[in-house]
């Protein structure tokens, strides 16, 4: 039996480094790419750490954390993420920023991604916000790495009411697999109003 929870302060700190386990295995996947390490989820973390209105949703097959979800006011995000939004005409303190959903292969199709956008969403609407975002990757279609019957996740993002923000592209750095150093990465910002 899966039980999928919401996190907030002691609980969420407790569960961070479970957190950083599952970004590293589930992100070094097509399209991210990502080549993990722990000082970087440490860094990268610490946002959830420092924000009072941060929420972590857990997944659990029994003691174990097998998927995760994040949130967090915008504005803790936008020396990242900020710029993105400068043309859309909305304020950053009216979007709440649902940063990444982890979970392991075997647990997909469960309804369990439903879940974490849920209560992400009910956070936003406690805080007064009009406004859920989050960002995926941008890759070419004939990305080298994109695995044969690669299906993206845009068709379940528009059954919960995201859509592609026009113009607005986020870069974000990460080391990707086998690359030496960190390099830009172009995110495409989604977003739906609440």
Not at 35 to 60: C, F, K, P, W
Not at 130 to 154: E, I
């Amino acid at each position: 039996m899966i039980r999928v929870e919401r996190l907030t302060g002691a609980a969420m700190a407790r569960a961070l480094p479970d957190v950083a386990r599952l970004r590293i295995e589930v992100f070094r996947a097509y399209p991210y790419l990502y080549e993990g390490d722990a000082a970087y989820e440490e860094r990268y973390l610490q946002v959830y750490r420092d924000s009072a209105d941060a929420i972590l949703v857990g997944a659990y097959d029994g003691a174990r954390l097998i998927g995760a979800a994040t949130g967090a006011p915008m504005e803790d995000h936008a020396d990242d993420f900020g710029a993105a939004f400068a043309e859309s005409g909305i304020a950053l303190d009216r979007i709440f920023y649902c940063a990444e959903s982890v979970l392991l292969p075997e647990y997909r199709g469960q309804g369990i991604g439903h879940r974490f956008f849920d209560l992400r969403e009910a956070q936003a609407r406690e805080l007064g916000r009009n406004y859920a975002a989050f960002c995926s990757v941008m890759r070419p279609k004939d990305h080298p790495a994109r695995p044969d019957g690669y299906q993206p996740l845009d068709g379940f993002w528009h059954k919960r009411g995201y859509a592609p923000l026009s113009g607005a592209v986020a870069q974000f750095n990460w080391r990707e697999i086998g690359a030496a150093q960190e390099s830009a990465h172009d995110l495409q910002v989604w977003l739906r109003a609440l």
